[in-house]
């Protein structure tokens, strides 16, 4: 109702107004003398208040409630929003640690596998350098047997060959005590150049 107030001296000052223009010769629209045209003015107002005080308590109150309840879904809106974000940030920060926790197990699960391939290859390495030094030592001793009996056969091989040549140059068979220093030195000579 006090919003109408401030249009009540407009509509006095209608008929002053209409008045004095009428005293000009002015606007025969608004010949406030004419009795149709103040019946006019009066339905107007009248139709004017009738709609003010409609829109008033009926119009305006369901326009403000609609915006109202539009205003309360959207910050329901933005507060779901701002909790699913915040939802989201925890559950990207909770990822992360879970990532880096991995991560951390991964390169100590990798560093504990490689030490202990390190372990089982330096064992391994360990048994097998034995078992080659085993067979090596083998070997030399297999090998410095058969020098052995190869140079006790050479020995005798020489011995024999070198009896066999005395005894068709000379015609005799040496003597066995002599040809074996001779046979000694001439085997050492050979092994040492």
């Known amino acids: 109702m006090p919003r109408f107030a401030a249009f009540v001296p407009v509509f006095a000052a209608l008929p002053t107004l209409a008045w004095a223009e009428e005293r000009k010769g002015g606007m025969p629209q608004l010949d406030f003398a004419d009795k ?35 205003a309360r879904r959207i910050s329901g809106d933005l507060d779901a929003a701002h909790a699913a974000k915040q939802n989201a940030d925890d559950a990207l920060a909770e990822l992360n640690a879970a990532a880096r926790h991995a991560h951390d197990e991964a390169q100590k699960a990798i560093a ?9 290859a330096l064992a391994q390495t360990s048994a097998l350098d034995a078992r080659l030094k085993a067979e090596l030592e083998a070997a030399e001793a297999r090998i410095k047997a058969a020098e052995q009996a190869a140079a006790g056969a050479l020995r005798e091989a020489a011995t024999e060959t070198a009896a066999t040549l005395i005894s068709r140059l000379t015609g005799r ?8 220093p001779a046979i000694e030195q001439a085997l050492a000579a050979r092994q040492a150049g």
């Not at 107007?44 to 326009?63: C, E, K, T």
């Not at 504990?112 to 089982?120: D, F, I, L, N, P």
């Not at 068979?173 to 074996?180: D, I």
């Open 36 to 70: 149709l045209l103040l019946s006019q003015v009066v339905w107007l107002a009248i139709i004017f208040f009738a709609l003010y005080l409609l829109l008033a308590q009926w119009g305006l109150p369901r326009v403000a409630s609609v915006l109202d309840e539009r």
């Open 112 to 120: 504990s596998a490689t030490e202990r391939a390190k372990k089982e």
């Open 173 to 180: 068979m040496p003597e066995g005590p002599a040809l074996g």
